[in-house]
């Protein structure tokens, strides 16, 4: 072959192969900026839906069952971020009225209410949750995060196992909810998430075990990992503390059973209290 020919071959390989790499590399990147503009899509259904006119004419009943008009409730000192929105959750033809709230503070929270239609103008508290980055999807159901609530649970709030391999435990956070006649329900589990729960305390229990020192009381992540994957199971399975514990007591085979159970439980209750879960 021409000594050119040989040269021009080579060349537009190499071009290939980079345009090649190129290529993947935008798609990691589309790929991080759609899991971005999910992670945002609160915020996004928040900003671009229908506002109430006037806010003053709204009256909201509490869960405390207080009489308050929606401009006053945005204006409380305890609502410091907040924005609204009427959205048709459940597709009964009533729009539910939204209200969402930023705490502010480290790692924390926000906070969404949802207010049923009952009259002209009249809304009543149905549900509320409150957490980290809870992300309404475009087909209106709610994902709810846990690592929020267990981010200090027995370590510091950014660590988390650190395991890159292909064995490794897949991540277990979230559960959804839907809103139904009224409430948010929660969405039932499959199959496929029980057997991946299971999986998961399964590597987790081969783990070495990491005894807290008296002081600082913090781990490598591990115990943060095992109560978000039983707080998934808890919460997407009937809400069954009695089947949590089965599961706990299976999988968690180390010398401090009875201190981080008896944390989780705190922490479920905790949850509990906080949100319509």
Known sequence: MPLLKTILLICFFASSNFLLAQTDSIVIKMSDKTIEEDVDSTTYFFEN?????????IILITKANKTINLAAFLKNEDVTNPDHVLSDLDNDGKKELLISNYTGGAHCCDEI???????????????????????????????????????????????ALDDSSDTAPVEMQNIKLKYRKGKLALVQGTTQMRSAINDNLGKLSELPYEKLDQDLAQDNG????????????????????AE???LFNKYY???????????????????????NL
Do not use: H
């Not at 085979?253 to 949100?275: L, R």
């Open 244 to 246: 949590t514990q089965k």
């Open 253 to 275: 085979k180390f010398p401090d059973t009875k201190k981080v159970w008896a944390a989780f439980v705190k922490e479920i209750g905790y949850i509990s209290s906080e949100s």
């Open 113 to 159: 209410y949802v207010f049923k239609n009952i009259g002209v103008n009249k809304y009543q508290q149905a549900a509320k949750l409150f957490a980290g980055n809870t992300i309404i999807t475009n087909d209106k159901l709610f994902v709810y995060n846990f690592y929020q609530q267990f981010g200090y649970f027995f370590t510091c709030f950014a660590c």
């Open 222 to 241: 591990l115990r943060k990992e095992f109560a978000m994957n039983l707080a998934v199971f808890y919460y997407s399975f009937g809400k069954n503390l």
């Open 49 to 57: 839906g229908e506002k109430v006119t006037d806010p003053s004419k």
